[in-house]
Every structure is written in structure tokens, then in C-alpha cells.
């Protein structure tokens, strides 16, 4: 074996402590991330700081900070930015290079600056509102539609969040009864996890049609909060087929989520009242138009009583014209008749008188006969002239008694008429039905019920009164088709 010179590990590792010693004496101020963080029970806290580039790490290195270091500067920290020391944070800390025969290199960390740390924050959410200004991700929401009347609703937040029960309680029991569908999509509301989370509640609920998509929770700190300036879950956010409305309970400040949301309001409660002042915006929308049908529906009738007046007056005038005519007709013919029969009698006297003059020394047998004669035309003219009399009469009470029911049958038609399109006015609003007794029964998918067929076990149904509406799950389903013999216990 040929003789090299060499020496021991140990005593290289003591020349490279030497060598780093003499070089990095002094301290340094180090920009970092903290990749892992480990405070340990005997008052020490472990940590490593790493460097990355486009996404990959380029440079790792242990350090740690002494116990009579650790609680002062985690406190300073925390007092400052309002958010604890933990992995996952870019600081700028001031450290000590020292180099271990065993663990190598570590920094000892000695103190650190606050204001850098929120300075870092605000540049990131600064590049992440640039970048989604730039992919036109802040308009996409504004771009969305809200129905006047939202009904489905997909609530993102945590079950057991004070906000969400505020908001629960203050929609669904409205005094007004107004009627709404929430389907729950939980997710973690703050710490790493929480921007994935949301995102997978926001995807999950954005496969299924909802009128809105609501974000809440009833607050918290700056910290808790910070997951909503999340650049990921902002493009989430505005990429959402439905309206998107945030309610994170913060009264300051205004988050990345509600700059690219459709809607922000400050808490669940004002939340529950955007959609509240919705359908109340709507109410009295109908109440004008119920007014507004209730005074044309009176002017109507009010020009229908003028006309059916003016009419009936025009029918009695035209009725008493008509009969004055008549009666006119009939006298000024009685008083014709009149005269020519009393021309006639003075005619046929005359005659009769020279007839007797002339023949009564040769004809006195046929007398008699000729008197009788007379007697019988005079019945006879008598007859005629009276039964005349009787037809004109008989034609003007016909004449009188068919424009009288001719007047009557038109304005008892006009009255069925207007009954009838007040009927139908009456017919058309739905609280008169429901005021009944009956109810109408929504399905899963927010239609109408017409049969059970459609209906499961274990279906949520909507059932509307005209006094209010609730919900319910199908027990049990009775049906012809299923079961003939069976008895509906309901």
C-alpha cells in the first residue's frame, strides 16, 4: 500500500470549525423561510431555514434559538404581527454561524424583525391581486347574475362556526316566512389546510346548480384570516359557475376572496339580510302590482256601471220615445177611424132617409128587411173597428214588454261578464288557494310535487302554507303502484 498523507475526521472537522470560526465571527441578518419549526420542553426551540426558487428549494440549514433567547422573541414577534411563529413564514433574523464537529453548520438565532415579516405579507398579497388583475379574475364575478328570488344556497364553512348559526337562525326563521334550501359544504376556516379545503367545498358544490355560493365565518384575527388572501382560492373563487358572496366577519380589513367574490358583506348576519331585503324587494314588487290590479279592476267596474247606466238610459228613452209614437200612431188612427164612421153613419142616415122618402109609399114590406140590413153592416163595421182598436194595443204592450226584456237580458250580461273577469282576478293569486287548506310540496330538485312516484324515502321535502313553509323527510311513500293494500297512515 503506498503511504499517503492523510488525517483524521475529527481533525478536519476542527480545522473547518476553526476556518468558519475565523470567517463568520460577526452576525449576520438572514432572509429565510421557516421550513420546520420544533420548540422543544427544555425550553430550546429547533428550526430550519430554507431558499426557493421557482418553486425548488436552492438552500437548507438548521438553526436553532436558546432557551434564553426563544420567549422574548417569540412574543415580540407575535405582539407585532399578530400571528404566531410557525412554519411556512418568511422572516429576517439575525443570526450567529457555528459549525459542530457532529452536526455541522447550524445559525443561532438571536433576534429577528417583525416588520420585514409583514412586509413580505403585503408584497405577496400585492403580487397575487396584480396577477389576478392581469388574468381578468377580478371582473369574472361581477360578470354573474343574482336572481331576484335566490332560493339554493351552498353554505362553505364550518359546521360548528358561531357565524353559521347566526346566519341559519336570522335567514330561515324570518318573521316574513320567507323560504329557503342551505346545503352545507364544510370546510377548515383558517391554518394551511384551510385555502384547499375551501376550494374542494367550492368545486364540489359548483357540479350541483345553486343560485348563490356563500363563504362565512364569524370572524376571527389577522391570522386566522390570512388564508383568504390565498391566490389559488381566489381564482377558485371567480372561476365558480354560481354567484360567489363572502362573509369572513372582518370589520377593517378587505381580503383577496372578497375582492374577486360577486358580493362581500361584513358578517353572516348582514349576509342573511342581502338575501332577506331580496325577496322583501320582491313582496313589495307584488303588493304594487296586486294594488295596482286592484285599482284598474275598480276603474273597470266603475266604467262598466257608467256604461251599463248610460245605456239603460238610453234604452228607457229610446223605450218611452217609442212608445209615445205609438200611442201618438194609435190615437191619431182612432181619431180617423172615428170620423170616417161617423162620415159613413151620416152617409148611409142620409141615404137611408131619401131611400125611405122616396120608396116608403111602395116598399113598406121591405122595410124591415132593409132596417136589418143596416143593423147588421153597422155590427159588422163596429166589429172591425174594435178589433183593430185591440191588435194596435196588443202590439204596443208586445213592442213595450220585448224592449223592457231586451234592455234586462243586456245588462244582466254585462254583470256576468264583470263577475266573472273579477272571478278570474280572484282565481289568479295563489294565498287564495293555499288559504284553503292546501299546500304545495317542492321536491329535491325544487319542483313541484304532482305525484309520489318521483318521492323516496329519505327525501327532504318543501311544504308551503299561505301562512309560512317547512321542511321535512319522507318516512315512508304510499302509493297504488307500489302496494294496492296498503293503508296511507298519514
Avoid at 452576525?27 to 420544533?38: H, L, Q
Wanted: glycine share 6%; aromatic share 8%.
Amino acid at each position: 500500500m503506498d503511504a499517503r498523507n492523510y488525517m483524521d475526521l475529527l481533525d478536519l472537522q476542527l480545522l473547518i470549525k476553526e476556518t468558519v470560526g475565523e470567517a463568520f465571527a460577526g452576525r449576520y441578518w438572514v432572509k429565510a423561510e421557516i421550513s420546520s419549526w420544533s420548540p422543544r420542553a427544555n425550553g430550546h426551540c429547533y428550526l430550519s431555514l430554507s431558499q426557493s426558487r421557482g418553486g425548488k428549494p436552492v438552500a437548507e440549514s438548521r438553526a436553532m434559538i436558546w432557551k434564553w433567547h426563544y420567549p422574548k422573541l417569540k412574543y415580540y414577534f407575535e405582539q407585532t404581527t399578530g400571528q404566531p411563529l410557525q412554519a411556512g413564514i418568511t422572516v429576517l433574523v439575525k443570526v450567529q454561524v457555528s459549525y459542530s464537529e457532529l452536526y455541522g453548520i447550524s445559525l443561532f438565532i438571536e433576534d429577528i424583525d417583525p416588520a420585514f415579516t409583514l412586509g413580505e405579507k403585503a408584497l405577496e398579497r400585492k403580487r397575487a391581486i396584480e396577477k389576478l388583475t392581469a388574468g381578468g379574475y377580478m371582473d369574472m364575478q361581477k360578470e354573474l347574475a343574482l336572481p331576484d328570488l335566490p332560493y339554493a344556497l351552498a353554505v362553505i364553512t364550518s359546521k360548528t362556526a358561531a357565524g353559521y348559526g347566526d346566519f341559519r337562525n336570522h335567514l330561515l326563521c324570518n318573521p316574513q316566512g320567507y323560504a329557503f334550501r342551505l346545503d352545507l359544504y364544510e370546510a377548515l376556516m383558517q391554518g394551511e389546510q384551510a385555502p384547499s379545503s375551501i376550494m374542494a367545498a367550492l368545486l364540489d358544490a359548483g357540479q350541483k346548480h345553486y343560485d348563490a355560493i356563500l363563504i362565512l365565518r364569524g370572524g376571527g384575527s389577522e391570522l386566522d384570516l390570512a388564508c383568504f388572501d390565498d391566490y389559488d382560492l381566489a381564482v377558485t373563487i371567480a372561476s365558480s359557475p354560481a354567484p360567489v358572496i363572502t362573509a369572513i366577519g372582518h370589520d377593517r380589513d378587505v381580503h383577496i376572496a372578497d375582492m374577486v367574490a360577486h358580493a362581500s358583506v361584513k358578517t353572516p348576519t348582514a349576509l342573511a339580510d342581502l338575501f332577506l331585503d331580496a325577496y322583501k324587494a320582491q313582496d313589495d314588487i307584488l303588493d304594487r302590482l296586486f294594488a295596482r290590479v286592484q285599482s284598474a279592476s275598480l276603474r273597470l267596474v266603475s266604467r262598466k256601471e257608467l256604461e251599463l247606466g248610460a245605456l239603460d238610459s238610453r234604452v228607457k228613452s229610446a223605450s218611452l220615445r217609442l212608445l209615445s209614437r205609438k200611442e201618438l200612431e194609435l190615437k191619431t188612427l182612432d181619431t180617423r177611424v172615428q170620423r170616417a164612421v161617423q162620415l159613413r153613419l151620416g152617409a148611409l142616415l142620409r141615404d137611408t132617409d131619401a131611400l125611405e122618402a122616396r120608396i116608403r109609399l111602395g116598399l113598406n114590406r121591405k122595410l124591415s128587411a132593409l132596417d136589418n140590413a143596416v143593423l147588421q153592416a153597422l155590427g159588422r163595421i163596429s166589429r172591425g173597428l174594435l178589433n183593430k182598436y185591440a191588435a194596435h194595443g196588443r202590439l204596443r204592450d208586445n213592442l213595450a214588454h220585448r224592449i223592457h226584456f231586451a234592455a234586462s237580458a243586456r245588462q244582466s250580461q254585462e254583470w256576468s261578464a264583470l263577475a266573472l273577469k273579477e272571478a278570474r282576478i280572484n282565481a289568479s293569486d295563489p294565498r287564495n288557494i293555499l288559504g284553503l287548506g292546501y299546500v304545495l310540496v317542492t321536491g329535491k330538485d325544487n319542483k313541484v310535487l304532482k305525484t309520489v312516484d318521483k318521492v323516496h324515502v329519505g327525501d327532504r321535502i318543501g311544504v308551503r302554507f299561505s301562512d309560512g313553509s317547512l321542511t321535512a323527510r319522507v318516512d315512508e311513500v304510499f302509493s297504488e303502484n307500489i302496494d294496492n293494500n296498503q293503508v296511507n297512515i298519514a
